[in-house]
């Protein structure tokens, strides 16, 4: 009986290795793409409908223009998500910045909303890159001014934007939003968010992914490459949330003194602001959850950044 229930356990775990090494990486970075179905028309806001080209894709995007802008900002959306993220908010954060008289250019990467899909895949920044470089070359072409410009980055979107920067995009500041800065982990953490079983369960089938893939980790990890960025950063980190964990955004804010580390306002889980995020809880909530603090916090780091700019 003894031996019969050791095989079986050992059948099963044996199972779940070769589910985790050759079925399982596919499904940890393959996204499918939601449409954008509201514009900044929802908010009051003037817009403008643009294409950016990015390789030999055409991106789909808007020019959100402030009437009397301080700054510029190119926003970037995070893994699965598009331009009007309902877990970030975004429609609502334009509508902030734009009282705060910040013009922002934002689009939808490649393999997300009504963009082009190329193979359908996450690379946690690693392919998605260019489309922000892409999109910095845009404002050049179509709005070029000595204002300063910040990159924004939420969840991958932070990961992008770190990628795009070690790839020599120009910025004068950026403003990073609980970013993917460990894959590995967050990869694990994805896992307990969607099944329910604990995250180390995960292990394996992410360090394939991590492999196969060739995703950035260890020395080429985002957070090894953030830590040796040289420029006012913004870490907007919410310390609960449940992808991309707070030991990481303390671990870069320990190392780089670039970096203004922002703990987000304590949320609860039964807060209306979270409504049918389910196990994702307070990933990217800031704004949605906390909008004068984010709004207060944004504001007084994007002035800094302003202040500091060269005279005119």
Known sequence: MIRTTLWVLLGLVLAWVLLSVFLA????????PYPVDQTP?????????????????????????????????????GAGSNRISQFIGSLDFYRTLNELNISVVT????NHGNSPVTDGTLRMG???????????????????????RILFGASMGGSTVIHAMRNGLAADAVILLDPLLDVLD??????????GFPPLLFSIAARSAIQRYGLPHRETSPLAMAKTLDLPILLIQDWEDPVTRSPFAAE??????????ARVPAI??????????????????AHPCRPDWTRETVSA????????????
Not at 48 to 73: K, M, R, V, Y
Request: aromatic share 6%; hydrophobic share 40%; glycine share 4%.
């Open 268 to 285: 609860s889980m039964d807060e209306a602001c979270l409504d049918g995020k389910e196990e994702w809880g307070t990933h990217v909530a």
């Open 301 to 312: 780091f994007i002035q800094s950044v302003v202040n500091q700019a060269p005279s005119l």
């Open 25 to 32: 990486p596919p499904h940890l970075i393959s996204t499918t």
């Open 41 to 77: 028309a929802t908010r009051s806001l003037d817009y403008q409908d643009i294409t950016i080209p990015s390789d030999d894709l055409l991106l789909e995007g808007w020019w959100i223009p402030a009437s009397q802008p301080i700054a510029d900002l190119i926003f970037v959306h």
């Open 186 to 195: 967050s990869m694990m953490e994805v896992g307990q968010v969607e099944t």
């Open 107 to 110: 689009m939808d990467i490649r």
């Open 252 to 261: 870069l804010a320990n190392t780089n003194p670039r970096v203004t580390l």
């Open 126 to 148: 690693l392919a998605e890159w260019p489309d922000v470089v892409a999109t910095g070359q845009w404002l050049d072409q179509h709005h070029p001014s000595d204002r300063p």
